[in-house]
């Protein structure tokens, strides 16, 4: 699929190569890689989308071309990249297969975790065996829904009880990321896929995403060691860093990757078939639909809006990495900047995508709402996930930020 936005040189790129082109070239060549396997979704995505089926053999596409482990070092077998990176990645899948953009999306941002809350060993270990295996991650993540999940010790070890009614990827991760809490406060585990005491509910059956595997999980006396706890001894006690709190923005910053890329594929899509189906309107004056005055205003509007959300998408992904490349010296300012930049751009994302999977009927017509074309996939996708968190919110936190210097505060929505 080509997009005059593949032509952009921004801030990451542009950087990226003056710093290391050999980096740029693992970059580029990544990224041709997941063209081809978003047009590979996107042959199928409607039938896949009515059958709701786990997406194992999605998941083997990503792994057989080399998408998971990306963010690896080379020496161990990755890519290299970095998280600006990997979230543009998933911008490309997204193009193909909103849910399975949901899913690598997340599964990147949980492979940071251990290097953000992690001993430099557990970081290290998680990296080569990401690298080496090709793992996918899912995660039990979602704070809300279900019970608590509670970390309680036994003997030499813990134990993990609770249940999550939303966990994307649970049932198909090799190895899970999940939070839980241990004398109250939160704690980040990891584990292999396969743990008893662990269940998978497989009862997702939501209007949108619906191959993103992420139905409701129980944890019933599944037996957590030490080892799997990321971090140092002891466990509590500890306020987060500036830097640590960083792991919000990185699933922020998948979303609004995902979303954009969302309108940009489907805006794609829906020139397509307009391109080879659709009619002037009778008193439009032209023979082609491709000629309308109104149809090539929608269009216009469409393609401006859907370039600067993904500008601002550019910049938010920039201003994380920033961040990250500071490391753990990064201050609270620093942090909040970082973390607004995310926001505007989920705030205009949100609010872009939505509107352009909606109109695009406007421009495809009334054939286009066939059901055999499955194009109302597109807003049925992303009306399940941005009401993930209110992003009326977000708009608020920079709203309070711009006005007030009021940081948000970290949670695991913040």
Known sequence: MSLDADNRLDSIVTTTATADPDNAARFAAALERADLVAAELRATAAERDRANRTPRAEVELLRGHDLLQVQE?????????????????????????????????YHYAQTRVAPLFGTPRQADEQSRRNAEGKLFWGGVQNPRGGSDLVLTRDRDGFRLNGRRSFASGASLGDHLSVTATYDGELVFVSLPAGREGFRALEDWDNIGQRLTDSGGVVFDNARISRSEI???????????????????????????????????????????????????????????????????????????EISAAGLLADRAGAALQAALDIGPSLTERQRAEAAVAIYEAKYLTTKVSLAAASRLFEIQGARATTNAYGFDRHWRNLRTHTVHDPVAYKAREVGDWVLNRRAPAFSLYR
């Open 230 to 304: 990321l971090g140092d001894d002891p466990i509590t006690g500890r306020v987060p860093s500036p830097y640590q709190t960083l792991v919000t923005p990185h699933w922020q910053l998948a979303f609004v990757n995902f979303y954009i890329g969302t309108a940009e594929g489907a805006l794609e899509e829906a020139l397509d078939w307009t391109r080879l189906h659709a009619a002037p309107w009778e008193t439009s004056g032209v023979e082609r639909a491709t000629d309308d005055a109104y149809i090539l205003q929608t269009v216009g509007e469409l393609r401006s």
């Open 73 to 105: 070092p080379v020496a161990y077998g990755g890519s290299g990249l970095n998280y600006a990176q990997a979230a543009a990645i998933t911008r490309r899948i997204a193009r193909g297969d909103t849910s399975i953009a949901h899913l690598i999306g």
